[in-house]
């Protein structure tokens, strides 16, 4: 079986498969962040980080950082040319206004109407819940990206029991696993990965799945 490593290698290259040519997108922390290194050839895309940049560029070579430009979550970052450094304010118009194409989140649960929930009371398990509130409701495509089962337990819910980010906002769930697609029937399995049996996933994931008629391998 894969180590943590391998895991998130795995759902880092399935989920830039969902990028396309010329969309603004917002990655979180985590598992999203590595993502632009797996851009399909001839994908080019405009990274969006809620702190005041619109055009992110990757981490800078040791010794090369700029104490003035981090992302949100307080790594060192670069600027593509053309970059739009802004106020924290603006970049949440921009976010609220619909503008960016699609996010990247990780989570702490999901559930199968689309629910998330990605913070605990402060002083729990994380303080907040930062920007995620607002990119759930104001990205037009949402796509958590994380690890299936957290220390052998259920992430994928048949209801979240955690305080929720926004309800009913994720459209796909990513994970080592397999790919699921949020339905109005409920989570939809169209990708296995092969290193697993449907039982497997079945298992590992609390909310009842519907298997896809045409259920793929995994990319």
């Not at 819910?157 to 926004?166: H, N």
Request: proline fraction near 5%; charge should be negative; aromatic fraction near 4%.
């Amino acid at each position: 079986m894969m180590d943590r490593n391998q895991m998130r290698e795995v759902i880092a290259k399935r989920a830039a498969l969902e990028l396309k040519d010329g969309d603004v997108v917002n990655l979180g922390i985590g598992i999203p962040t590595a993502i632009p290194s797996y851009l399909p050839e001839g994908v080019n895309v405009t990274l969006q980080s809620e702190n005041g940049l619109v055009g992110m560029g990757p981490a800078p070579e040791e010794g090369k950082e700029d104490k003035d430009y981090i992302n949100a979550g307080g790594g060192y970052i670069t600027y593509t040319p053309g970059a739009y450094a802004c106020s924290s304010a603006d970049s949440f118009l921009i976010i609220r206004g619909g503008h960016v194409d699609a996010t990247f989140l990780g989570a702490m649960q999901v559930d199968e109407k689309g629910n998330l929930a990605n913070w605990m009371i402060p002083g729990k398990r994380t303080p907040g819940m930062g920007g995620a509130m607002d990119l759930i409701v104001g990205a037009n495509h949402v796509i958590v990206t994380m690890e299936h089962t957290a220390r052998g337990n259920h992430k994928i819910m048949k209801k979240c029991t955690l305080p929720l980010t926004a309800a009913g906002q994720v459209n796909m769930i990513i994970t080592e696993m397999g790919v699921m697609e949020v339905t109005p029937k409920g989570l939809v399995l169209t990708e296995i990965n092969p290193l697993y049996t449907v039982e497997q996933v079945q298992e590992a994931t609390e909310a009842k799945l519907i298997i896809a008629e045409d259920l793929k391998p995994m990319c």
